[in-house]
């Protein structure tokens, strides 16, 4: 007997907006995108999240933030 687990993740971006302060490594504008996010175990739908990622406009680099 096989078991088979099929887990996705879709993402879709909500919007971008201008975010204070510059990159770190090149010192460009950064910018905040807010991604909808849905984990699916075998189309059924398991978790539903709203997150916000930042990237560096110039040189393309996500960025993280340590509180």
Known sequence: MWLVYVCDEEEKELGRQQAPGA?????????????????????????????????CTLCSRRLVLYY
């Open 23 to 55: 990159c770190p490594y090149c010192g460009g504008k950064v910018q905040a995108v807010d991604i909808e996010a849905q984990r699916k175990l075998c189309f059924l739908p398991l978790c539903f999240k709203i997150k916000r990622k930042y990237f």
